[in-house]
């Protein structure tokens, strides 16, 4: 019923800049989270940056100051601006929601990924 479209990843050299984005589609009442996770060859997935309802962000240390994580409310859409990427960066990056259904509670959603890569 819901999906998360998206966008935004490729190849880029060290210190290059990338826009991700991540639409919500589908049968949902409202955005309680949305968020961004990672994971690199032979690494754990781990959370990026994520933005709740109240307005509130959070960053794995590694990425603040470089990331900035914003919503568009209207378009059910949640964006990862990554700054001054370097290698360390490369890894798939995965979209989640956390949204309120019509007549339930929360559910949680992920999207396919996309793959960023910073080459040296």
């Known amino acids: 019923q819901v999906q998360l479209v998206e966008s935004g990843g490729g190849l880029v050299q060290a210190g290059g800049s990338l826009r991700l984005s991540c639409a919500a589609s589908g049968s949902f009442f409202s955005i309680v989270a949305m968020g961004w996770y990672r994971q690199a060859p032979g690494k754990e997935r781990e959370l990026v940056a994520i933005?709740?309802?109240?307005?509130?962000?959070n960053y794995v240390d590694s990425v603040k100051g470089r990331f900035t994580i914003s919503r568009d409310n209207a378009k059910n859409t949640v964006y990862l601006q990554m700054n001054s990427l370097n290698p360390e960066d490369t890894a798939v990056y995965y979209c989640n929601a956390r949204l309120r259904g019509v007549f339930s509670g929360y559910r949680e959603y992920w999207g396919q990924g996309t793959q960023v890569t910073v080459s040296s």
């Open positions: 933005t709740s309802s109240d307005g509130s962000t």
